[in-house]
C-alpha cells in the first residue's frame, strides 16, 4: 500500500522546463515514477524527456488525468502554482520549492481545504515510496521497500536516517520530506494517522527539529491515536534561541520550541528517541522484535 | 528581519494607528533639544535591535533637562547584549490609566495569523505567557474572513466595557491586522498599548519582525534593514549559498543541509565539545562554494578543528570529493580537519580522498570525537 | 414538519435596539416566535420587549443556544453582521435589510458554505411556518397553517397571494421570501427540494419576477427533481428592459431574464402559470383535487 | 449607476490598463484642436449614457481637419434613444489586427463575478450571446481567490497563443478585476480590447456600471454621476422614500411593495391598458408620503386615471385609509381615482373609504379593469 504515492501516481511537474524541474523529472522517471505530463506557460507542445508539456495545469490534467503534482516554480510563484493545482483537481500537491512567503502558505490553506487538495511542502525533498514512486528530489538509490514510515522535517538528515535504516536492512514504506517552513501542508498528525491505517508500515519514525510545538503536539496525538510503535529524532538540541537554523521553522522563539522539551513531550508518551541518528535502527529493531 | 522600535511605530502611524509624540536622536544635543520640543516629562529610550533594553537601563524617564541629558549620556554608545546603542528615540511622556498588550504573528497549528491580546500589557509577554497563561487571549483569523468589523469588535469587547474604547479598538485592530498583512510580517507587537488619561488608545510601544522569504516583494521594508556584523556575515553567506550561523564554539562545522547541520552540532554537543558555526553549504558540490565555505569558517578566529560531515543524496560522493580536493588545493590550512563522506557513491568518494592524502572517518560520532579531541590538542 | 423554521427556532434579533429591530422583535414574539436575544454593540445588560440583549452574537449563542438569527442592522454593516452569526455557529440567518452592496454578498456567499449557515435574503421579508414560528417582517394574521409551500421574490405580492390562498382555505406550510436582491442566499432549487422533502408541504406556490434566470433553472429542478404540484407567478411581465422595477434584481438585461421566457420555461416542464394572483387558489385545488 | 466611456477610460487608465488617446470635446471648435493634436485618422465618438450609439450615427472615423469638424457638428446635438449628445470623444486611430471582448459581471446563479471574453469584439456582445454563445468563454472567479495569476492566465490562453500577448493579457485582466472589485461595480467591459499592429493591447472602448446599493461608499464613483431628467425624477422620488418609474401609458399606479407594483401593472396591461408608471410607495401610512406619490404621478401629464392598490400587511388598512383622506384632503386631484385595499383590518378601512365618499373596488382585476375603461371614458 504505502501512503500518498504509489505506483497509480501519475504525476505533472510544475516548473517543468526549468533548471531543477527539468534535472529532476528526469531523476523521478529513472526511479520508475509515472511522469505523465509538465507545466509550463507559453511552452505547449514541447516535451522534457519524454513527457508532454502544457500551459496551464487545467489542461495537463486533462490531456494525462494527472492526480499529483510537483512544484518547481521560484518561491515567488509556488503559491500561486498550488492553487492552480488544485484549481485544476489534482489531489495531492508537493510543493519542493524553497523560500515561499509564510502569508501566501496561510492564504492558500483555506482553498486546498475547500478543494480537498492534500500538499506537501513548501521548501520540502519531497516523498518516496520505495519500488513504487518518488515525487522531488530524493536520492532514490538510498531507499529500500519495507514497513518502516518515516516523516521528517529535514531533507539531508532524512537520508542520513535512511541510509542507516536501509543499510541496516530497514526498508521503508513511505519516506514524507514535511518540510522546513513554520507554515506547511500535511504535518505529524495526519502522516501519523496515513501510516497508522497503513498495512504496510508496521513502525513509525518521526523526524523533528527545533522551532514550534509540532512534536509536542504530535506527541499528544499518538498517545490518542497511535498503537504501532513510533521512534523520535530531535535535531538541533544545542541551537541558541533566536537564530534560524537554516530552516524558516527552526527557530527557537521566546524559549518555546526548544529540543528538551520535545523530547520531554515524546517521553512522556513513551516514544523512543534516539540521541543521535544511528541509534534509530537499533532502536526499531528492538521495538519491532527482528 | 528586525527593525528599530521608531521604525515600526513610522509603519504604524502611516496607517492611522496613534502613537506617541516622538524624535529620532543621535546626539546628546538632539536629546536635549527634543525633550525641550516636547515636553516634560519625556522618555529617553535606547534604540537597539535587541530585547530586554529596559532591564540593561536604557529606557529612562526624565522630568527636565538635565536629566534628559544624563539620560543621553548614559544611554548612547550603552552596550546592550553587544548591540551598540548608537541612536534614542525621545517620545512625550503619557499619562495612562491602564496597559494592554496587543500583537499578531502566525500560528503554525491553525496554519493562520493569530491576534493576541492581553489585560496584562507593559511587561513582556512572554512572562505573562509563563506565569499567567490565561491572561492571553488568542484569536485566530480565518484568511477569507481577514480581521472582519464584527471579528476586531469581539476581540475588542474581551478587553473594555467602555464603547468608546471598544470603538477605538475595532477600528484599531483592523488597522494592525492590515499592518500585518500589507508588510508580510512575521509578529507585530504594541506592548504597552495604553488607555490614556483622556480615554484615549495609544501605542507607546511599537515592534515588528519580518518574513525574510517575503522581502523580495517588501523594498521600502528591506530598505529599513540594519544588520549586525554577524547578521552581515550571514547576508554575504546567503549570498554565496550557504547557510552560516555564528555560535561560541571551537570546532567549525560544513555540512550540507540543514537538518544534517544542526545534527552535526548536537553530536558535537553530544560528545563534550563546542561547535564554532552552523554551517550549510546546500547539494552542489562546486569547488567555489567549498572554498567560500572554508574561508568563512576560518574568519571565525576561535575555530580549532574544521569536521566536514557530508552526505551524498542527490550529489554524489565522488564528486563531492573531487570538489574538496580542488578546494584544498587552493586555500591553505593550518587546522586540522575531519572529514567524514557517506551515502551515494561513498566507496568512490572515499578512495578519491585517501588517494589525495585526505583521512576520513566512518559515521558521524566518529567524526564528532575525533574533531574534539584534535580541538583540544591543538589547544595544547 | 414545515422547513427551516418551527417551533424548535431560538431566535436571536441582531440590530434589536434599532427602531426596525425593536418593532418587528415585538411582533415576532406575539406571533409566538422564540426569539431568545438580542445583539447590539454595547447594549449588553438591556433587555428590548423582555428579551436580553448581548454585545456579540458569540456571547448570545452562548447563553442562550440560538440556532437562527434575523438581521435587521442598516445594509452596510449587513454583510459583516451575518459573517458574524455563521462565525458564532448559527445555522440559519436571515437577512431582512435592504441595499446590502452586490459584491457584500458574493464576498460572504463561500464562508457562508464552509461554514454550514443557511442564508435567506437579503432584502427580504422573512419566513414563517404559521402557528410555529415567524422570523421577519411579515403580516402573521394573513397566514393559516396548512400544506401549500411557498417561495416569493417579492414582499407585499407574497402577502397578496397568501391572502387569497388564506381566504380560500388553503393554508401554508412555510412562506419563505427569498429577496429581490441579484445575489442572494437560498434559493429556488434549495427550498423545492426542502419542501419536496417536508412531508407537510403536498404543493408548492413559486412566485417570480424578471430578471436573471432563477426561474428557467428552476423549471429544470422541477422537471429533474420535484413530484409535488408546483403553480407558478411570474411579476413583471410588461416591465421595459433595463429599468430596475424596486428590486436590485428585478431587471432585465441585453433582452434575458424576460417574463415571457420565464413563462415559457415553466409551462414546458408542466408548471401550471398563474396569469394573475387570484388564479392561483383555483389552480391549485385543481391539482390537489379539493 | 452608469458613466460615460470617457470616465470609464479614466478609470481603466488609473489602473494602468492601457487605453486609446484621446480627449473629451464640448464644442465643435475643441474637436478641431483635439483631433490636430491626436492627429488623423481619428475617431469622434458620442457621449451618452445609452448604447447602439453606433447606428445611431454617433461615432465616425475622420481622416482630417473637414471630417473632424463635420462629425463633431454632425454628432453634438444629435438625439441619441432621447439623450442629447453634449460631448464627444476625440480618440487616435488606431491599427488593429484583432478586436477582442473582455467583461465582467455579477453571476447570480454562481453568487461571484464572473469574467467573460470573447474572440469575436467589436459587435455587441448581446448579438455574439444570442448567434454564437459558445464563442463567449466564462469563468466563474472563486471571490476567496480572486483574480489569481494563474486564473488570469489560463483565461488569456483561451484566447491567445502568442506568448507576448498571453502576459499582457494576464497583467490586465487581474487588473480589471481590481478595478471592478474596487469600484464597486456591476458591469467592467471593454469591447473591443484590440490587438495592435504593434502587438500590443489596447482598450477602444469602455463601459462601467455600479452596483447602486455600493455607491455609498463610492464618493468617487458618485460624484460622475449625471442622471437623465428621468432618472433626476427616480432620485427625488427615493429620497422621498418612493420607488419611481416612469413608464408611457396613462394609468398612474400608486403600490405598497416592488413585487405588488410589478403585478399591478402586469393587471393593467392583461385588461388591454398601459401603465403611466411602476410606483412603490412602500409601507408607510404616512399622509405625506401618498402627497408626494400624487404629485409624482400628476407630474406626468400623459396620466388620465389614478389607480390605488395596497395591500394591509404589517401596516393596517384603516390607518392607510386614514392616510388616504388626509392626503386627498391637501391635494385637488381633477382626475379620477380607482382604490383597491385589501388584507389587514381592510373591512374597517373600507368603511372609513366609504363614509368619505371615496369609491372602492374588490380585487385587484376589478381595480384594473375599472382604471381602465375610466381611463377611456376620460379620453372622450
Partial sequence: MSILVNKNTKLLVQGITGRDGSFHTKKMIEYGTNVVGGVSPGKSGQSVHGVPVFNTVADAVKATGANTSVIFVPAPYAADAVLEAAEAGIGLVIAISEGVPTLDMVRITPYLQKRGTKLVGANCPGLISPDEAMVGILPGNIFLKGNIGLMSRSGTLTYEMVYQLTTNGLGQSTCVGIGGDPVAGLYYEELLQMFEEDPETDAIVLIGEIGGDAEERAAQYIKEHITKPVVGFIGGLTAPPGKRMGHAGAIISSGTGTGAEKIAAFEAVGVQVARQPSEIPELLKKLLKI | ?380
Avoid: W
Avoid at chain 2, 548591540?83 to 528615540?89: A, D, G, Q, R, S
Avoid at chain 2, 554577524?230 to 564554539?249: M, P, Q, T
Fill in chain 2, 1 to 380: 528581519m528586525k527593525i528599530h522600535e521608531y521604525q515600526a511605530k513610522e509603519i504604524l502611524a502611516r496607517y492611522e494607528i496613534p502613537v506617541t509624540n516622538e524624535i529620532l536622536c543621535y546626539s546628546v544635543g538632539e536629546v536635549q533639544d527634543a525633550a525641550q520640543k516636547l515636553g516634560f516629562p519625556a522618555v529617553v529610550k535606547a534604540q537597539v535591535l535587541t530585547g530586554g533594553r529596559g532591564k540593561a537601563g536604557g529606557v529612562k524617564l526624565v522630568r527636565n533637562g538635565e536629566e534628559a541629558t544624563a539620560a543621553a549620556e548614559k544611554i548612547l554608545g550603552m552596550d546592550i547584549k553587544g548591540f551598540i546603542v548608537e541612536k534614542v528615540l525621545v517620545a512625550q511622556g503619557v499619562s495612562f490609566v491602564s496597559e494592554i498588550y496587543a500583537g499578531l504573528t502566525i500560528d503554525r497549528n491553525t496554519k493562520s495569523a493569530v491576534f493576541m491580546v492581553s489585560r496584562e500589557g507593559g511587561v513582556e509577554i512572554e512572562e505573562v505567557a509563563k506565569d499567567n497563561p490565561e491572561a492571553i487571549l488568542k484569536f485566530a483569523i480565518d484568511p477569507d474572513l481577514g480581521m472582519a468589523p464584527f471579528f476586531a469588535r469581539k476581540i475588542a469587547f474581551a478587553l473594555f466595557d467602555d464603547m468608546n474604547l471598544v470603538h477605538q479598538a475595532t477600528d484599531l485592530f483592523q488597522k494592525l491586522y492590515k499592518v500585518f498583512i500589507d508588510t508580510d510580517a512575521s509578529l507585530v507587537e504594541i506592548n504597552p498599548l495604553v488607555i490614556t488619561s483622556e480615554n484615549q488608545l495609544l501605542a507607546l510601544d511599537g515592534k515588528m519582525t519580518f518574513d525574510d522569504n517575503a522581502l523580495f516583494r517588501q523594498p521600502e521594508i528591506l530598505a529599513l534593514n540594519e544588520p549586525s556584523e554577524d547578521e552581515k556575515k550571514e547576508i554575504d553567506a546567503k549570498e554565496k549559498g550557504l547557510s552560516y550561523i555564528r555560535l561560541d564554539g571551537s570546532i567549525g562545522c560544513m555540512v550540507n543541509g540543514a537538518g544534517l547541520a544542526m545534527a552535526t552540532m548536537d553530536m558535537i554537543k553530544l560528545y563534550g565539545g563546542e561547535p564554532a558555526n552552523f554551517l550549510d553549504i546546500g547539494g552542489s558540490s562546486n569547488p567555489q562554494k567549498v572554498i567560500d565555505a572554508m574561508n568563512l569558517i576560518l574568519s571565525d578566529k576561535n575555530v580549532k578543528v574544521i569536521m566536514i560531515n557530508i552526505f551524498g543524496g542527490i550529489t554524489r560522493c565522488d564528486d563531492v570529493a573531487k570538489g574538496l580536493i580542488a578546494a584544498l588545493e587552493q586555500i591553505k590550512i593550518q587546522i586540522p580537519i575531519v572529514i567524514r563522506l557517506s551515502g551515494t557513491n561513498s566507496k568512490e568518494g572515499l578512495a578519491i580522498l585517501k588517494s589525495a592524502n585526505l583521512p576520513t572517518v566512518e559515521t558521524m560520532s566518529e567524526a564528532a570525537q575525533k574533531a574534539i579531541s584534535l580541538s583540544v590538542d591543538f589547544l595544547r
